[in-house]
């Protein structure tokens, strides 16, 4: 026989449950992933090495790095809020520990890149550096983005541990990444550049965040974001200026990733130097931003 106390301890501990359940529940419920997020972005994809320390560990198509050194790891980009498991069994896959990830930076500060970022944080104790013009946009869960935001929070807020501002260094252990700003697409866009040894040479690698243009406004309508027509501008400008060897991208497509590497392919970091790739998709987003200026293409 259950005591009258006891049956009230139980009662006010059911209470108590069902409380802070619908208060998790309600807590998720404020993040909304836009619903027109293609479901093969997100799907599982086998993790592989690019070149050197730098490894493919993002999903089909949100693209996330690993980037390995002596003294841990550092992770570009998170996918959506459940590519969380998909990017912990990838590193894992590759005999890396997920754990021993120490900076976690982002291309841009857009919930298909910064989903499961808060998470991983909480789990590794990593410092996230962020490119000092994104810093608001990922403390507010990207509710203020002038585009995707609404006010409404697309992924879990975080605040960075350290801001980064054009041209900033980032190095752990013997690797040393090169910040380039590169806005537009968000506010704090942004490119990596770093020096990549294997057996048989040293390449360039860009991590690129190529300048898509997000919103449907004219321009000079985008209240939120008055210098996006001169960033945008900017940004083309510098990309086109860029020297390197391997290009990689914030999404597979962008890079054509999945013409370039089959699952089952071995080592083959020739197959992503593509220069005339990255200058094609220059043009064409060139041409976009001519179009959304002028009204028309330039040429
Ligand atoms: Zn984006």
């Not at 801001?163 to 506010?187: F, N, Q, W």
Request: include cysteine.
């Amino acid at each position: 026989m259950i005591s009258t106390s006891l049956k009230l301890t139980i009662s006010s501990l059911a209470i108590c449950l069902t409380l802070s359940v619908s208060h998790l529940r309600s807590a998720a419920q404020n993040i909304v992933e836009p619903k027109d997020t293609p479901s093969d972005w997100s799907k599982p994809y086998a993790p592989f090495c690019i070149v050197g320390n730098v490894y493919y560990v993002g999903t089909y198509d949100l693209a996330c790095y690993l980037i390995v050194t002596e003294k841990g790891n550092i992770l570009i980009n998170t996918g959506l809020a459940n590519s969380e498991q998909i990017i912990g069994d990838n590193i894992k896959k590759l005999g890396f520990k997920l754990s021993d990830t120490k900076i976690l930076l982002t291309t841009q500060a857009h919930y298909d890149h910064m989903g499961a970022m808060a998470n991983i944080k909480k789990a590794t104790g990593a410092k996230v550096l962020v490119n000092v013009n994104d810093a608001q946009v990922m403390k507010d869960g990207g509710s203020s983005d002038y585009a995707l935001g609404n006010g409404v929070k697309t992924y879990a807020p975080l605040n960075p541990d350290g801001l980064l501002r054009d041209k900033a260094l980032i190095s752990l252990g013997s690797t040393r990444l090169v910040m380039l700003d590169h806005p537009g697409h968000t506010k704090g866009s942004c490119s990596y550049m770093l020096a990549v040894k294997d057996k048989a040479k040293t390449y360039k690698v860009l991590i690129a965040n190529m300048p898509t243009i997000v919103t449907d406004k004219k321009f000079n309508e985008v209240d939120a974001y008055p210098n996006i027509e001169k960033d945008y501008a900017r940004t083309l400008k510098a990309m086109k200026a860029l020297s390197f060897d391997i290009w990689l991208a914030s999404h597979a497509n962008q890079f054509n990733l999945h013409q370039k590497h089959k699952p089952s392919a071995g080592y083959n970091p020739t197959a992503f130097v593509d220069k005339k790739g990255y200058e094609k998709a220059l043009a064409d987003l060139q041409r976009a931003f001519d179009k959304k200026v002028l009204g028309k293409p330039s040429n």
